[in-house]
């Protein structure tokens, strides 16, 4: 019987590249694994797959009697449903500790690093000393520069680009940085788009202190991208999530990556929370947050503590 490699919901490059990359270093470990995903891939990582010539995981959202592995969450919401039916065997992450436990032993390994590639990284090296193909590599790489927007983002650590520079010279990618924005720009697209699949292009589900908020992500090299019109549509569409998914609060964060910033759209039961958590009205919906970048470690926290307060 395989064991399921599995990245969480609305799957990031991070995610679907670390499933292939901890599938790849678990064969090589004598591990019959099969890297999956749990939904439609985003722009960015259909080209990073066509890149380095890698076909996409297939879908499974069901590990009901199976063996499975998780990376990049640890998180209930953002595991498959039945998460509970089937033996995890491992996780390898570098958020925050979620809410999954386990009745036996597993493999964990988390650290607090920039992406989920970076921690691959230090176990294909460093513990089990495999040497990483160049097609993985450049997967890894491009995960990092995904994840830590250019090595932008304030999950970034100095790890990070070591471990990108490394990936880089064995996946042969001389010019990193013009890789990383062809890469944000395929990111970046929007149009002809359903805003309910923008909304779901990296979204994820939280328990605040027992309330579902739901926040979802568009990293745009400009947020002039993103029009009066479509941001009407965000809006209607977060509405209805709200709604469907009994959640408290639906947020979708407009993140300008050249001019470092958030434009905040929120749907909410107590807009104060947002006011609470950053320190800004919401005026029409929406707040500007100056500087804020990454959901794991600048929306994530401040919200939780506002939720708790
Ligand atoms: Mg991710
Ligand atoms: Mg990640
Ligand atoms: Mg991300």
Redesign the pocket.
Known sequence: MPVYVL??KSP?T??VTSAIAFAALQKMLGVDAVPCVQGKLNPETELVLKKFGVSAPELKTDVNGAEYMLV??SDIKQAPDNWDKGKLLAIVDHHKLGDITTANPILFCAMPVGC?GTVLYTLYKDVYKKSVPANIAGLMMSAILS?TVLFKSATCTPEDKKAAEELAKIAGVQAMMDWGMEMAKAKSSVEGVPPKDLIFRDYKDFNMSGKTVGIGQLELISLSLVNNDLKCALHDEMQKLKVDGNRHSVFLMLTDIMKEGTELMAVTDDPGVVEKAFGQKLVGNVAWLPKVMSRKKQMVPPLEKAFAA
């Open positions: 990245g969480h990031d991070d995610s990049d969450h989920t994840d």
